[in-house]
């Protein structure tokens, strides 16, 4: 997983999915997952209202 | 639960609630699906909107107003105030501040009331198809997946939206085609009966602050900046920071955070088999963030144009053109009027938006709408607006 989602933080309001152009992001319920299509490139945690994503270096 | 309907709604907001009553209304068997377990909840919205254009749609019930709107205040950086959108025989409320979490739910029982099936915690995953065809989906309720079949399926979905993108149809969002946003129920203020949009890079960089009144004391007070001025200060932390300074004795007692499509219109919303209608079709507002009642108005298109594909029995594409050329030539030209403006106000900087403040002084704009307040604006201001002068011939 190259994205974390902190979920302490998380409002659960969908707009990462929204941005994400490989669609590697799902809300479910009250938590995002994020699948193996994800390609690094920052626009979900960019655009996070509260900060809730961040890219995982490795 | 059945296993085939003639369409299948996916999501239960205001958008996907005025499809399926209007299918249902007009004999079809509807299906309401909506992920979370309680409709409306949690809320992403500042819950704004015109008493006109709501009308269209349904009777105001003071079970889902929270305040009455005489009208806007906005204010340029320097604190210049404008005011305007009163209504021309003076004393009439001309918007409203709804209680979206009641509203969203009253839309959903009409649909059930006119008939269609709805079903709460229940999860679209994925679309059935056959010929390239969309044929139903797959949805998952309580932990189990069901395929359950359609002769249409409506991505109602929200900003959210998976739906278009499993039918072909990219609705990614970049940067600076999403505002992003956060608000708190602020308690413990007088907000007045004026809807307050605040301007500024201090307040909401490549957007707006707002208060709007949720009753005497309280108000839905947030903001959204443009997703490509978003990253090292965020919405919720200039939401604190006005706050702490201009409404210091204002106690939270509610969060809300949100993105909104600024798109403008999308190229493509229909597949075959497949509609799109409000946030998941990104007929949000560019200039505004407004949706609720785009989204109800292209609903009830989409659902009349199912209607008529059902009596033709023809789901393709060739059909449901219908719907996508009659909201471009509605909904679509509104936004790309929109999306105009917004290009031009993302680039200003905070001493233009004074000076286009300062130069309506002395014109009274209160009874003015936002065409008529922005053609002012561009008679005092051609050289700053030269670039909107398509929107005035
Ligand atoms: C901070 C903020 C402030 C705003 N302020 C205003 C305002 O003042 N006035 C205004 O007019 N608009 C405002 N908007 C925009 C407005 O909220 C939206 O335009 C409007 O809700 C769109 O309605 P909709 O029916 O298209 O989608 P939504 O209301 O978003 O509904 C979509 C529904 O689909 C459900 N869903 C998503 N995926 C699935 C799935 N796979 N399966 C089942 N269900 C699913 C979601 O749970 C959701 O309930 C604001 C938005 C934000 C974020
Ligand atoms: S954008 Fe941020 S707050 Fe919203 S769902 Fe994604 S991670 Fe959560
Ligand atoms: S980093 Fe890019 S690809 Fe990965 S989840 Fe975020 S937006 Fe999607």
Request: aromatic share 6%; with cysteine; hydrophobic share 40%.
């Amino acid at each position: 997983m190259i994205v974390n989602v902190n979920r302490f933080k998380c409002g659960y309001c969908g707009a990462c999915v929204g941005v994400c152009p490989a669609g590697a992001l799902e809300l479910i319920e009250t938590w995002i997952e994020v699948d193996t299509t994800c390609t690094g490139c920052g626009v979900c945690a960019k655009i996070c209202p509260v900060g809730a994503l961040e890219l995982n270096e490795k | 639960m059945k296993n085939k309907y003639d369409v299948i709604i996916v999501g239960a907001g205001p958008g996907g609630s005025i499809t399926a009553k209007t299918a249902a209304s007009g004999g079809l068997d509807v299906l309401l699906i909506e992920k979370r377990q309680e409709i409306g909840d949690p809320v992403r919205c500042a819950e704004g909107v015109g008493k006109d254009a709501l009308k269209k749609h349904i009777e105001p019930d003071n079970k889902w107003i929270a305040s009455e709107i005489k009208g806007s205040k906005i204010f340029s950086p320097d604190g210049t105030e404008i005011k305007m959108s009163e209504d021309a025989s003076s004393g009439m409320k001309v918007g409203y501040v709804l209680e979206r979490k009641v509203f969203d739910r009253v839309l959903a029982q009409e649909a059930a009331m006119a008939g269609a099936e709805v079903m709460v915690k229940t999860r679209a995953t994925g679309l059935l198809r056959s010929n390239g065809k969309v044929t139903g989906i797959k949805a998952m309720y309580m932990g189990e997946t069901h395929n359950i079949n359609a002769d249409i399926v409506i991505g109602a979905d929200g900003i959210e939206s998976k739906v278009g993108r499993w039918g072909g149809i990219d609705t990614a969002l970049k940067p600076n085609d999403i505002e992003t946003g956060a608000q708190f129920l602020v308690s413990n203020i007088e907000p007045g009966d004026y809807n307050q949009f605040y301007l500024g890079d201090n307040y909401a960089p490549g957007g707006y602050l707002w208060v709007f009144p949720k009753g005497k004391h309280m108000a839905n007070v947030g903001l959204g900046i443009l997703g490509s001025k978003s990253g090292n200060v965020r919405a919720i932390s200039r939401l604190h920071r006005f706050l702490e300074t201009y409404m210091p004795k204002g106690k939270i007692v509610e969060m809300v955070v949100g993105g909104v499509p600024v798109s403008g219109p999308i190229k493509q919303t229909v597949a075959d088999g497949l509609i799109l209608v409000g946030d998941a079709a990104r007929q949000s507002d560019p200039l505004t963030g407004g949706g609720i009642t785009n989204a109800m108005d292209a609903g009830k298109m989409a659902a009349e144009v199912c209607i008529k594909a059902n009596e033709k029995g023809d789901y393709s594409v060739k059909t449901l053109k219908e719907y996508e050329d009659k909201w471009r030539s509605t909904i679509g030209k509104e936004l790309s009027k929109s999306l105009q403006v917004k290009n031009l106000l993302v680039k200003l900087n905070d001493e233009q938006l004074n000076q286009l403040a300062h130069s309506l002084d002395g014109i009274d704009t209160s009874k003015m709408e936002l065409p008529s307040l922005l053609f002012a604006l561009f008679k005092k201001n051609p050289k700053i607006l030269w670039e909107l002068k398509t929107l005035f011939v």
